[in-house]
């Protein structure tokens, strides 16, 4: 993992509001534009949405059609993606490839009115902006072992700050893919509800 520049250390830190130690708890709904490289939309004629749901070392992702999508339990360190309704349990060996290369850029924006910092990351010829939210934070410890591909990563470079924007430029395959964060809701949440068969809120 490439280690963020110490400057960029010093502004994640500068920029972290007090009382910023209560981890984040809820629902982030996100929504998802294709485009070519030349802005021609793909694949959904209607964005489609996500919802992600985080508690503690626990998250899970529904689809579009509120299906459960991925499924991390911490305590077991077990990543489920599912595919038609069945679950498949993800070797805890994966991990990402190689180091990406991550850029602190001095860049805000508000997003849902939270603050947001802007990271690059850089991998081959794939090159991701994540605008992410200090405000709203889980810990890094917890979701280090995730095998996600990017996920661990991502946290330690933000200080375990979600994003609430990302935009993924793939210039090999002519793709630009947007997700950005349309509700924000924090909500106390069990454990339990993150099992293969819990229902989705």
């Given amino acids: 993992m490439t280690k963020l520049p110490s ?10 509001p007090a009382g910023s130690g209560v981890e984040f708890s ?20 209607v964005k489609p949405k996500n919802w992600f749901y985080v508690q503690d070392n626990n998250f899970k ?19 489920y993606i599912f595919a038609e309704g069945q679950p498949r349990l993800v070797a805890d060996t994966v991990r990402r490839p190689g180091p990406a290369t991550l850029t ?6 508000t997003i849902l009115g939270y603050r947001c910092h802007l990271l690059r990351l850089t991998e081959g010829q794939v090159s991701t902006l994540v605008f992410y939210a200090p405000e709203l934070r889980v810990s890094t410890s917890a979701f280090s072992r995730c095998p996600l591909l990017g996920w661990a990563e991502l946290l330690q470079a933000t200080d375990g700050a979600l994003p609430l924007r990302t935009i993924t430029i793939d210039t090999q395959h ?12 924090p909500m106390p949440l069990a454990a339990t509800e993150f099992t293969t068969t819990a ?3």
């Fill in 61 to 79: 992702l529904y689809d579009r059609n509120k299906q459960l999508q991925q499924l991390y339990i911490g305590d077991s360190n077990a990543l």
């Fill in 104 to 109: 602190c850029l001095p860049t805000t924006a």
């Fill in 7 to 16: 400057l960029c250390a010093l502004l994640l830190l500068a920029n972290t």
């Fill in 199 to 201: 229902p989705m809120r």
């Fill in 174 to 185: 002519d793709v630009t893919a947007t997700r950005e964060a349309i509700a924000v809701m």
């Fill in 26 to 45: 809820g629902c982030i709904v996100y929504e998802n534009e294709y485009q070519t490289l030349a802005g021609e939309t793909l694949y959904y004629a």
